[in-house]
């Protein structure tokens, strides 16, 4: 019972609250694919200037509420920007002319990062301090607000992606954009918000996950690889699954690092990902034959 | 002489004469070790992509173990050169066996994830093995041995290895390309389906192609300690495996001279700017976007864009 409550529970808990921040990071990542084809490299690195944007607009207003809404907003801007100047002109290419273009755009934005910020490990205090008993045990505050954030926001999407116009249309256009393009949506306007949207949810999540973690210009070569992980044991494309897998992920994670050390978690971790490519290659909710 | 065409004839010659030029210091010559074995690695990478048209996302551990298999016999106190790199095939052949039987059983985006995820496996194991130095890897290795007694010590006897190795992984490459095995494989990158229908066993081509890559890779990473004198994790890294795939797109995919070309533009460009700015990837990241938006064939590639039937087909 006290290895329950006392080691068990709360690692559980901790899996749950990276899972949760780890599922806005991949949302984003899983509908760029459906919709553009692309998997975004520069995904980890717009998780990384959500966490730099965050601690630039807490040096000026002190308030990491404030940070909140607006370093999403920032990265939302440099992601909508960078669509429209280097992604939209390839849409017509092969899927491999993406990745490597991603991949370039990855380089600026962490090197950029480095050269204004430098390259030191920085920290966000957690605006939330103090912790809660519960369930025979207590619990940092912070990771529970975190924990409630991410799963309202999750929740806030699906609402958004089955009860909204816009929704309808953005997972329209990811079943036939041409089709949606005939029937007189502005398409392009449409990636383009997406991408804002999905490159201001990796900076929410790199910005939630601050003040547990780090704060470095590599964190999103770790976190990208992990995304991709979880996005491929979703089903490419699928939402739904790759929430899923996010938590799967989170928790499995944080339950390995109870019995292995941190190079056979990570081990175990790409082991389950090899086997899922091997076996079931569309993952949990992938539609059949996408890519195989 | 009729694998390679007078034209290469012309060009490995004056690559030979390159240490006589005027001025060619230490420094010089390092700097073209480095340029021509990252032009090597990059052309063996394009018998997968450009040719087969399997993009591989994790050459990375195929030249880092092939270091790492070096780094090893040598701080053992095995010298000879050529029982090095004889390791190193043993051992990056065994691993990329185990790599190609499974992710050649995909396509796409999907094998360029399982390169990667397998890569990623690699790197992590060494990272965190300490009987390999983890993260700091094998440093401070002493200098090979050419035949015994004869060290390979000077930098110019380095670029002559280099040289070698260069020479013969492009003549492995012309052949391959001009054999009935090479035109199966563009056969394959163009229409796999129809491949598979005209009676081909596909799965086999791939494998045979992923590991004629692999080990010319591996042997490029056997000599990399050579010169450097030090193995690391990061030789491992998915960026690295980035870097080459760099290489290739600025060459041109599909050329085979084309990534030799970009592996030297790309090691000159780094450490040209590197020696201005300490913002070099910032170039290098533009220069790769500038290189997909307005030249897709990259410098050299005079053929059409991609014939890579195969990524639309299953999109």
Redesign the interface.
Known sequence: MDYLVGVLLPQLLHGLVFGAALGLLALGLTVIFGLLGVMNFAHGELYMLGAYAGIAVIGVTHSFWVALIAAPILVGVVAAVTEMATLRPIYRREPLYGLILTFGLALVFREGARQIWGGDMRRILPPVTGSTPLLGMTYPNYRLFLLAASSILLLALWLFFTRTRAGIVVRAAVQDAQMLDGLGVNVRRVFTLTFAASGALAALAGLLLAPIFTVYPQMGVEMILLAFIVVILGGMGSMGGSVIAAFVIGIAQSLFSLWMNPQRVAIAIFGIMILVLIVRPRGFLGREGVLE | MRVLGWRAVVVFALLAALPLVPGMSRYYLLLAFDALLFGAIAMSLDLLMGYTGL?SFGHAAFYGLGAYATAILLERGVQSVWACLAFAVVVVGLYALVVAY?AT??????F???T???A??VY??F???QTFGGSDGIQGLPDATILPGVPLDTPLKKYYLVFVYLLAAYAVCRVVVASHFGRVLVAIRENEDRARFLGYNVARYKMGACMISAILTGIGGGIYPMRSAFATPDLML??ES?EF??SV?IGGLGTLVGPVVGGVFFTLLRDKVSSFVD????V??????VI??FM?RGLLGYRK??G?SQ??A??
């Open positions: 993009v499974f059983a995909r396509r796409g985006i999907y360029a994830l399982l990667l995820i397998f990623e496996v992590t194991f990272r965190y093995t998915w960026t980035g795939i760099i797109m913002w070099y990837f910032i290098i990241g533009l220069v790769l976007v997909v938006l897709p864009v991609l890579f990524w639309r299953s999109g």
